[in-house]
């Protein structure tokens, strides 16, 4: 599971997506959330859903990759999908033992609950999979910049959140290294019950704590022996320029937000 966490990584790419202006795929991430949450019905989720795979076929992003950015959070959608198969009660049970009730309403929302979380996922994917962390900090200082303003540092808190992003896949990669070299140890990670699985990350943690520690301290170093000075004054390789295709991505994007709604006043399916 460790090799197939995917969150952060950016995939090169020539397609009409990789080449979208950066603050506007933002904004279409943003209203993908808006529509994914004004989805009152299984047609409207499962029209953004269809939408999202069409935009992975036309980035060039494999359709693998939707199964390898899911396969981290699954216990988390297992728990979201219990909580609501339990606790959603309706008129006629389905299944009934001791305290535990199953009612066909909890089914539903418990379905409806996750195909939400997986478009909430396989959306938010789709930003870091065709966008360069460099031109995502770009992109989130120049969208933030109206708070500069209030003395808000825009310029640090972008920053941190692409590092943040790019890490991952390194962190991700030094930790199935360690793990290979306690099992070479004789250390048993996946044996045993859920508290001895706890504890034998121990030695995992430690020294991925350290490593991670370490890779800040060299990479504030790497930046300060370079006379980095982020903020006013910095100049850019590339600048952001919007085109005619982001303001028809944005123009779609509304359009799929107004059928959206639409589907809820008139849905086909429940």
Same mark, same amino acid.
């Given at each position: 599971?460790?090799?197939?966490?995917?969150?952060?990584?950016?995939?090169?790419?020539?397609?009409?997506?990789?080449?979208?202006?950066?603050?506007?795929?933002?904004?279409?991430?943003?209203?993908?959330?808006?529509?994914?949450?004004?989805?009152?019905?299984?047609?409207?989720?499962?029209?953004?859903?269809?939408?999202?795979?069409?935009?992975?076929?036309l980035s060039g992003i494999?359709?693998?990759?939707?199964?390898?950015?899911?396969?981290?959070?699954?216990?988390?959608?297992?728990?979201?999908?219990?909580?609501?198969?339990?606790?959603?009660?309706?008129?006629? +049970?389905?299944?009934?033992?001791?305290?535990? @009730?199953?009612?066909?309403?909890?089914?539903?929302? !418990? *379905?409806? #609950?996750?195909? %939400?979380?997986?478009?909430?996922?396989?959306?938010?994917?789709?930003?870091?999979?065709?966008?360069?962390?460099?031109?995502?900090?770009?992109?989130?200082?120049?969208?933030?910049?109206?708070?500069?303003?209030?003395?808000?540092?825009?310029?640090?808190?972008?920053?941190?959140?692409?590092?943040?992003?790019?890490?991952?896949?390194?962190?991700?990669?030094?930790?199935?290294?360690?793990?290979?070299?306690?099992?070479?140890?004789?250390?048993?990670?996946?044996?045993?019950?859920?508290?001895?699985?706890?504890?034998?990350?121990? +030695?995992?943690?430690?020294?991925?704590?350290? @490593?991670?520690?370490k890779r800040a301290s060299?990479? !504030? *170093?790497? #930046?300060?022996? %370079?006379?980095?000075?982020?903020?006013?004054?910095?100049?850019?390789?590339?600048?952001?320029?919007?085109?005619?295709?982001?303001?028809?991505?944005?123009?779609?994007?509304?359009?799929?937000?107004?059928?959206?709604?639409?589907?809820?006043?008139?849905?086909?399916?429940?």
């Amino acid at each position: 599971m460790i090799k197939d966490i995917t969150i952060g990584q950016y995939f090169p790419g020539n397609s009409v997506i990789h080449r979208l202006d950066s603050r506007v795929k933002i904004l279409l991430d943003i209203l993908y959330l808006v529509i994914i949450f004004s989805a009152q019905s299984y047609t409207g989720l499962l029209v953004s859903v269809l939408f999202m795979v069409f935009c992975y076929i036309l980035s060039g992003i494999k359709l693998i990759m939707i199964l390898k950015s899911l396969k981290p959070i699954l216990p988390l959608m297992i728990f979201t999908g219990l909580l609501n198969l339990l606790f959603i009660k309706g008129e006629t +049970p389905l299944f009934q033992w001791w305290v535990i @009730s199953v009612y066909p309403e909890g089914i539903r929302m !418990a *379905t409806f #609950m996750l195909i %939400r979380v997986i478009s909430l996922i396989v959306g938010m994917s789709l930003l870091t999979y065709t966008t360069s962390p460099i031109m995502l900090t770009d992109a989130i200082e120049r969208l933030l910049s109206p708070l500069k303003k209030i003395k808000f540092p825009v310029h640090e808190l972008s920053m941190m959140m692409t590092i943040a992003l790019r890490f991952i896949p390194t962190l991700v990669e030094e930790t199935d290294k360690i793990m290979a070299a306690q099992k070479a140890r004789g250390a048993e990670l996946d044996s045993g019950g859920l508290i001895k699985k706890a504890k034998a990350l121990v +030695p995992v943690l430690i020294p991925l704590f350290v @490593s991670a520690f370490k890779r800040a301290s060299e990479l !504030a *170093t790497a #930046m300060e022996c %370079r006379c980095y000075r982020g903020g006013e004054g910095r100049t850019r390789l590339r600048q952001l320029k919007t085109a005619p295709r982001d303001y028809i991505a944005i123009i779609v994007m509304l359009t799929l937000l107004a059928g959206v709604i639409v589907i809820n006043c008139f849905p086909i399916l429940p």
